[in-house]
């Protein structure tokens, strides 16, 4: 599995999906800051701290970039198969379709980790930027620390809110549906992120339970998991179901 | 299901959305032995050929490889399979070298110099750090074979390898398989819907026309039968043999039918010959030269029809 894996990273070299996702990474906490000091310099008693730039940074990623960019991410990987017709090249090989598939997962995983991780970094030096030059509020090993495994907390609950994607794409063997899905889930995440029923809908309960508002709305956490359980379930059963009895044409 | 061939399959056939791609195809492929499967456009020698490698699954009908069958046949097994299946896939954002070395690591393989040495014997050795995607159609080819051995594997399974080569291309490949079938006992099955490639590679052929298996002969027996030969049709048969065999020390004849007989050495004496019928007292009812060609024959076999 190792092998699959580390191969499914040499795939990606080159590969512009990848500095599309290091972009985005950076880009988010790097705008919540803009937007945070733009704050500041307008009321002098807010103040820029590391977990306020985490919360912003967090909001757009759960809701709004992850989903969408992480998405295309997950639909890239099933896709460039088709698309580049690799599949006959690589199934001729002494290897189990169904390991291909879950080396595929686990990169996935892998590079919403490391994207979460670069969005993580991006958060800490602006934090310490504007410590330095802004007066911001001091950063403490033990805060960093614990955004950072707040965020990977995050990676977790988003990789389990993609596994459809992964389905997906394997069902329609293309882009435009996953993507079409894609934009009404995330356009629904917003509508639905300060409503009561944003419990029920996988995706901002991601956001939910990550950041430990889920109980608030009314539902035990336990369900919440659970509902998480079952879409990241369906995802990777679905797909598993699926793959191995696909004739490559 | 016990199998003697290196390729069994046994009524192999596959339908596509009501429509019979392959039809009740079987297949005899002798181990170490170069077959070649032809047909013209859309005969069904690329499905025939991903069921083979469990690409697509048949409808019905077995498959054997090495002696075991579909069932039986592990896939780690594969290692020992090479394969270039239509145009050859690799990624397109990745050099040749690095598409190699996902291929090798993926099969498992750990002779560190495999993927020099594939590309130096496909002669891309100069070119391996180009991507991919700025491959001609004949480097795609190439890299395509050398992916197919660079694990040395027993058995190739060939998709018209030649597609897109230069003549100087096709003659080094053509060399290649030679000599990886002579000297290392490689089983080769290879499709191509060109004739000629298949009488320069082929030990035994097998003719696909609308997904059915019309003929499989080996080469021998198809050069014997579409050879260049006289055709004399005599009142005594058998006494015109046994004077070719005495009077004239001839023994490449054939007996086709009754008073039918054909011979493939010494034309140029049939005057003579004919002369020695008639002396014999048998009558010569006509004699005629008859030209044979393989594409006569692959043009009979198939009956014609439309641009394939």
């Keep these: 599995m190792a092998d699959i894996v580390y191969c499914e990273w040499l795939k990606l070299r080159r590969s512009k999906i990848l500095l599309i996702g290091v972009l985005g990474s950076l880009m988010v906490p790097f705008l919540v800051a803009a937007n945070d000091i733009r704050i500041a310099a307008a009321k002098p008693e807010a103040f820029l701290s590391l977990y306020g730039l985490y919360e912003d940074t967090i909001l757009f990623i759960m809701l709004l970039f992850g989903p969408l960019v992480l998405a295309v991410v997950a639909t890239y990987l099933i896709n460039r198969e088709y698309t580049e017709k690799t599949l006959k090249t690589i199934f001729v090989l002494p290897m189990e379709r169904t390991a291909f598939l879950l080396g595929k997962f686990i990169m996935l995983f892998l590079l919403i980790c490391l994207f979460m991780l670069l969005s993580w970094l991006d958060i800490l030096v602006i934090a310490l930027v504007c410590r330095l030059f802004l007066g911001g509020q001091a950063v403490t090993v033990s805060q960093a620390v614990a955004v950072l495994a707040q965020m990977q907390k995050g990676a977790i609950l988003m990789f389990m809110t993609l596994t459809p994607f992964v389905y997906l794409a394997l069902r329609t063997k293309g882009s435009i549906a996953p993507f079409i899905v894609i934009a009404a889930v995330s356009l629904l995440n917003v509508v639905l992120s300060a409503s009561p029923m944003a419990c029920f809908y996988p995706w901002t309960a991601a956001y939910l339970l990550q950041t430990g508002r889920y109980a608030q709305t009314g539902c035990p956490t336990v369900f919440g998991v659970l509902l998480l359980l079952g879409v990241c379930g369906f995802g990777i059963c679905a797909a598993i179901w699926r793959f191995p009895r696909e004739d490559i044409v | ?308």
């Design chain 2, 1 to 308: 299901m016990m199998c003697e061939y290196t390729i069994e399959t046994k009524d192999l056939t596959k339908v596509y959305n009501g429509s019979v791609s392959v039809d009740g195809v079987s297949l005899h492929v002798p181990k170490g032995q170069i077959y070649g499967l032809l047909g013209r456009n859309g005969a069904g020698k690329t499905t025939a050929m991903k069921m083979l490698l469990n690409l697509i699954r048949p409808t019905s009908g077995s498959v054997c490889l090495f002696g075991k069958s579909g069932a039986a046949f592990d896939r780690k097994q594969y290692h020992r399979i090479g394969s270039i299946i239509e145009a050859p896939a690799f990624y397109e954002n990745l050099t040749a070298e690095e598409n190699l070395r996902i291929l090798a690591k993926l099969r498992g393989q750990h002779r560190r110099d495999s993927v020099a040495c594939a590309l130096r014997v496909v002669g891309l050795d100069k070119e391996k750090n180009k991507l991919f995607r700025a491959y001609s159609l004949g480097m795609k080819q190439r890299l395509g074979l050398a992916a197919a051995i660079m694990h040395e594997p027993e058995l190739l399974i060939l998709d018209e390898p030649m597609n897109g080569l230069d003549p100087i291309g096709i003659h080094e490949t053509r060399s290649l398989l030679l000599r990886m079938c002579r000297e290392k006992g490689t089983t080769i099955l290879i499709s191509s819907h060109i004739l000629n490639e298949m009488e320069q590679l082929a030990d035994t052929i097998g003719v696909l026309h609308a997904g059915r298996l019309l003929e499989e002969t080996s080469m021998r027996k198809l050069y014997q039968q579409n050879r260049r030969y006289v055709e004399f049709e005599v009142s005594e048969v058998n006494k015109a043999a046994m004077i070719l065999e005495r009077s004239y020390g001839i023994s490449d004849y054939e007996v086709i039918d009754k008073g039918l007989l054909r011979l493939y050495d010494r034309l140029d004496s049939r005057a003579e010959i004919n002369a020695g019928f008639v002396q014999a007292g048998i009558l010569v009812v006509n004699m005629s030269i008859q030209e044979g060609n393989l594409e006569d024959w692959f043009t009979r076999l198939i009956g014609g029809g439309g641009i394939g």
